[in-house]
């Protein structure tokens, strides 16, 4: 028997070798050929992913509800007038982030879409917003019925996907953290419950409960696939509903842990209590997700903050090539400080998650909460910052991002 190797080669993988062999020296005499006009149609892939992630979209106010005292909904049509003819889809769970001009500030807030996918189909999205401060102040005076609204496309990776997820999903809501849930309900029943959803509602009193009437009706038409748990901190519950907390122990009252998917969403105060209860699951991390809650709340009570900081300092920006100083406040992010200065730095999240107000830091010292810092290994050996993350320890020089036009 020979030595040599022997391979048979079929008449048709003879055929493909060749055309692979003469596949450079066609494209290259197609290139030759071509003309150096740039073609006046847009790429179909490229019009397509406009579609789909729109750098901006734009709005108008359809309607206002108010569903409890201090929360309000707000019903956002797409504007043709403005070359938004269609609302881009997304997934249940995502947000918008909302462009604001109160004052000389131009300002984001991210807030979730209350609404389905479904509904966005027939031109509309649904923000859900609890009044709480600055931004919400100005929603409150300002947003009415015919109010022009710019924001993002839909952004955030607080969604189910069924690849990812367990077959049963724990929803753990505080107050207004309802909002995602509220799309989330609403998508799986327009799907036929394609899980089974147990839903943690925590509130100070029966009052605060968003939406109740709708989570209610989406419970009691679901045919056992959907349950919620009241959970009241202030007030004796209604029958039915519990009292006091969400703890690992009221959690395995209703459901097995280790067999669920658990999504997250309300106050920071209420992330920090959570995480402890929830550790007593020792769960792996793919069974939890977190939406993002926004900037630190009192960054000086964190873990690893220094001690005797200085409230304030100068921060000096370049952005296109000016230089600047601007006033900082130790206790306020990075991106605050440039708003306040009248930049518009681009923004999403607001929470160090998504990246989008990567900031080069040229000198100086700042502050990253651990929970918050969401930045690439190469970020942080090239001292690149999350603007809406970090905070100054000492003066700053930093090169202030643009935003996209």
């Not at 406009?50 to 569903?67: A, C, F, G």
Request: hydrophobic residues 35%; contains cysteine.
């Amino acid at each position: 028997m020979s030595d040599k190797l022997k391979i048979k080669i079929k008449p048709l993988a003879f055929m493909d070798l060749l055309a692979f062999k003469n596949l450079i020296p066609k494209r290259k005499k197609m290139f030759e050929n071509a003309s150096a006009a740039c073609p006046e149609a847009k790429p179909v892939v490229n019009e397509l992913a406009r579609r789909l992630h729109p750098i901006r979209q734009y709005m108008t106010i359809e309607e206002v509800v108010d569903e409890t005292p201090d929360v309000r909904s707000f019903k956002l049509k797409a504007d043709p007038a403005r070359q938004t003819s269609e609302l881009a889809i997304f997934r249940a769970g995502q947000y918008l982030s909302v462009k604001l001009n109160v004052g000389d500030e131009h300002i984001t807030r991210p807030y979730s879409i209350a609404s389905s996918p479904e509904e966005s189909q027939k031109g509309y999205y649904r923000l859900t917003i609890k009044r709480a401060a600055f931004a919400t102040d100005y929603l409150w005076e300002n947003w009415k019925a015919g109010i022009k609204v710019e924001t993002s496309g839909p952004e955030g990776q607080f969604y189910y996907t069924r690849l990812r997820d367990m077959p049963h999903i724990v929803g753990i809501a505080g107050g207004s953290g309802i909002t995602p849930f509220l799309s989330m309900m609403s998508d799986f029943e327009d799907k036929g419950w394609p899980v089974d959803f147990t839903l943690f509602y925590g509130c100070n009193c029966a009052g605060d409960i968003v939406c109740r009437k709708q989570i209610d009706k989406l419970e009691k038409n679901s045919r056992g696939k959907f349950k919620v748990v009241y959970i009241m901190a202030k007030e004796e519950p209604e029958e039915n509903m519990e009292k006091g907390f969400i703890t690992a122990e009221l959690i395995k009252k209703y459901v097995q842990p280790e067999l669920c998917s658990f999504f997250i969403c309300g106050p920071q105060a209420m992330y920090t209590f959570i995480n402890k209860e929830l550790d007593q699951f020792s769960l792996p991390i793919k069974q939890m997700r977190y939406e993002v809650f926004g900037e630190a709340k009192n960054v000086a009570a964190m873990e690893g903050y220094p001690q005797n900081v200085p409230d304030s300092f100068t921060i000096e920006t370049i952005y296109r090539g000016e230089k600047k100083k601007i006033p900082a406040f130790s206790r306020e992010s990075v991106l605050v400080a440039m708003e306040r200065a009248g930049f518009a730095p681009p923004s999403k999240c607001r929470s160090g998650q998504c990246g989008f107000c990567r900031t080069r830091l040229i000198s100086g010292d700042v502050y990253v909460p651990s929970s918050s810092d969401d930045r690439r290994s190469a970020d942080k050996k090239f001292r690149i910052i999350h603007a809406c993350s970090s905070y100054p320890l000492s003066d700053l020089t930093i090169e202030v991002p643009h935003d996209e036009v």
